[in-house]
């Protein structure tokens, strides 16, 4: 399943970011590639207040950043995304605490995730992956493991 997530909404509720960092948005969509490229899904994520000129989507691998011009919301673009959708949008989960997103993604058949709900699932998965990458680096050999392979593989050059 691919989530569209409102950005401003999750990164206070990401240990770490804060809204008022000046690379807060950037801070974020750094902390999605990795969650990406673990879990293999796919986030559209929406920030809204885009810069003069900045508006518009960005591709980033598996994560498409939607900057919203300013005038609009994240909220309300998402809202639109989701009716443009139709049936399809019951393939995607919207991760937003915002009542009124939450009440467009019920309309449209859309699964919801709380931004708290996403962040511990953010936080699990980067964990997880973290215990794993440690689990699988291999301890350094032994001096008698170098001998051993040492003496091993002399006695095949004789033969």
């Given at each position: 399943m ?5 950005g401003?909404?999750?990164i ?6 804060r ?12 902390v ?14 929406y920030?809204d ?8 989507k960005?591709?980033?691998?598996t ?15 998402i809202?639109q995304?989701?009716?443009k959708?139709?049936?399809s ?18 309309q ?35 001096a ?14 004789s033969?």
């Amino acid at each position: 399943m691919a989530y569209i997530i409102d950005g401003h909404n999750l990164i206070p509720k990401i240990p770490g970011l804060r809204l008022d960092s000046p690379d807060d948005e950037h801070q974020l969509v750094e902390v999605l590639q990795e969650f990406c490229r673990l879990s293999r899904k796919r986030v559209d994520v929406y920030f809204d207040n885009a810069a003069p000129g900045q508006a518009g989507k960005r591709s980033l691998g598996t994560v498409a950043v939607y900057f919203v011009r300013s005038g609009s919301t994240a909220d309300e673009a998402i809202r639109q995304r989701l009716f443009k959708m139709g049936r399809s949008a019951r393939n995607w989960t919207v991760v937003s605490s915002d009542q009124r997103v939450q009440a467009s993604a019920r309309q449209t058949g859309a699964q919801i995730l709380t931004a708290e709900g996403f962040s511990a699932l953010l936080r699990s998965t980067l964990t997880r992956s973290r215990a794993s990458e440690k689990e699988g680096l291999e301890s350094p050999l032994g001096a008698e493991e170098v001998e051993e392979w040492l003496r091993l593989f002399r006695s095949k050059r004789s033969e």
